[in-house]
């Protein structure tokens, strides 16, 4: 047979133990958080009827869906009934719609899966990744947006991070100020998309990009002046270093109050006043309903946030740290979504944390290595490698072995009766620091020897007193 | 938009909160219990190429596997060239050839990830499951097998179990027993397929399949009496009812001398003699070298035990239940897989354990309300509700929510500001009996009352004193 292939398929990833180990420990702390909120698992299977996710991710989404072939005929004529999971949102609409008598009123999860993209693989683009969702479904009430906010930070908290932002907006701000551009309610969602990229490609790109969507000149220079004058997105720098550096929440009604004035004075149509009025008083809630929680300083209301999605319908969240270009997660409120399911709309806000990120940011900062130093985070195998004497002794190595686990500890065999060195130099290979040796001696005095590889040191335990004396 | 079809796809399972803790509560057990015995995890993607798993399954599992459509031009013309994992011993043998210089001399993993087969969904066979796979490579010490039977016995014991049965055999036996039988090799494992199904199909049943393939009558006729005389499978009744019910040891030690016995002074030819002394040696090995363990009284020597899965070469497991029709899992020495996929053979052995299996039983037997009881599962989704006052004390009630957070209770929080009596009721819903109110007084002398719903009790406490005197 010819030799295979043996990589993982493309923009795939296989994880060995220390990735593992690190990823769950990330998983743990999201989870452990998670449910202190009174969150609830959920999972849902990897793959959909292909019908279920079409038409949820616009154009672009669509494209990307990995689509399975029908079985029987289908491996025939290339027809697709299936289709891998894009993300967990929609599941969760699916979810809410068919079994809404046997979930709670008021149903909050959380959902830790992976999902695939045929997206082209690129540094930190993968075509399997994690997302770690959390959700609160049928309540309008801006307390879901609270909670969930301070459920975010305390995970974020607990993984070590210190220097995390939440960018907080709501769409219908957005949506005002296009109203007060002139732009159709239909190109709003394209317009949204380039406004998204002013960081990126600058005012000129952003011109191009509305110019090939047909909006007219005014309109367009309506929205440049928005967002590149301080009148609006650019006010937030502004006011953060009018008001004091260490409290977002000052700043944050301040900003509030600004956005407010100047729709009331230059918006020049109706439309636009009443939706940022609405968003605003929403922001506002959410601002003082934080207040006294310890996610009141990491929030920062950010007008230019738009978020890709577009199922979101009022508040907007994205988390930044410093040190990475892209953003650790983002959420919104959508309230129309598991409408598309059901017979009723039902009003549904969420986060999602993006696992690969995280990783990629504490993996740069070190971050394991510390958690590791403090014993938060196991990074060897086992903790002692209990040698083998010789091939007529292995039952009573393997009860030696038995009776350690017993104390707790993660022992690991070898598993043949090679030389003593050896077996030392395998330990020593795996990480493992500490061996036991049962030889004749030692089953003669029903002792065991413990020997530190990394001292050289060693002692001899009886095998009764191994509970109290052992210092693994 | 017409109204969508909200099931899950044909063979696959939503999993509502309660069903994902039990899964996780089991998972948590098996992961636990592997680590102790120095297994790491591992992880690889749910994808694969094609050419990966293509011809591993033999030609039935070929047929089941999930397809994909290559991207871009293959929504055309139909082409594949990905598919679903259809189980994690194939991606290991991929792993462990890929990334050689890596691993460990010994590599010890443990796997828990879903698997995908297109098999007709019915009831108890799901199109998705998971599979937990343990499994020692670079070793062809019948060490591996017995830390791997100790490793398995002692996950059962931890869920629970006290009646499961690890039936052993050995590739090699069921060999020499054709061997016997003047059958060609190529058409054994074809053979064994229809012997495996001697309990369902009885002996007429087995004489046909043989037929259809070919063997000789005489052929038949010898397999027939080797298996259902007491020459050789049916032996192993007699002797468990020749000595002491409650010692496997024994009982394994003399099948093991009556079998070497038969093929020493019957066996018809030579390589049938060797064949067996070979399995015999290793299998007494194995019984030896698990004397002393707790698995000592789990282990049956059973001679007809096939397993379906071509690769094993040598050593084969199966989990038994008595109120189960199939098997909580099973396994083998497969020392030929991974010598597939790279340049060298590399020995390897495995357990793999159906979760879905596993809670079957534990939830027919109740053992998950057990452990409730016994507090090691949690079934409610928090420990308290707190309820809120009215719209003005909200950020109150958030502050005290996370109060109580940290004090390590589990928090959910009514998201609006209804009646009590409707929250109260929302909290009795999700099974949730302790409810905090932070009323006006409570708030004039920073208070909470913590209210029991099932026994109408309540108290009022001092703020500062909630760590010490909350008991919830």
Redesign the interface.
Known sequence: ?A???????RG??????A???R??YVIGVIKDVY???????????????L??LMGKYGEEGNQLI????K?GE???????D?A?RYDLTVPLA??V???KN?????F??YQIQ?V?R?DRPARGRF??FYQCDVD?I??K?M??E??LI?AVC?VLQRLGFKDFVIKLNNRQLLDAMMSSAMIDKEKRSNVLVAIDKLDKIGADGVRNELDNLNITESSINTILYLTTNEKFFALSGKIESYFPPEDNYLQNKEKLMLYGRYFNDFSSNSEGRILAQEAIKLLNNII???????SRNHIKIDASLARGLSYYTSAIFEINVPDLAGSLGGGGRYDGLIG????EEIPACGFSLGLERILVVMNERGMFQELEEKGLLKAK??DV?VT?WNEET???S??L??DL?AQG????????ADKLGKQFK?AS??GVSAVAILGDDERANNAVTIKYLETGEQETISRERLSTELKI
């Open positions: 047979m030799q295979q292939n043996t990589n993982p398929a795939m990833r296989d994880f060995l133990p990735d593992v180990r990823r769950e449910q202190k909120y009174g969150f609830e698992p959920l999972e849902t299977p990897a793959v959909e009827n019908e279920t990995f689509k399975i072939l079985r289908g491996e025939k004529t290339g027809e697709a299936l891998l699916r979810v719609a068919n079994y046997e979930l709670p009123k008021f909050k999860r992976p695939w045929a075509r399997e609160a049928g309540s009430s307390i879901v609270a909670e301070s305390e003082d309903l934080t207040e006294k929680s310890p598309m399911f059901g017979k195998p086992a490698l083998i292995v039952s009573d393997l009860e072995a038995n686990r500890l993660r022992v690991a065999v070898y598993p043949e395998y290979s795996i």
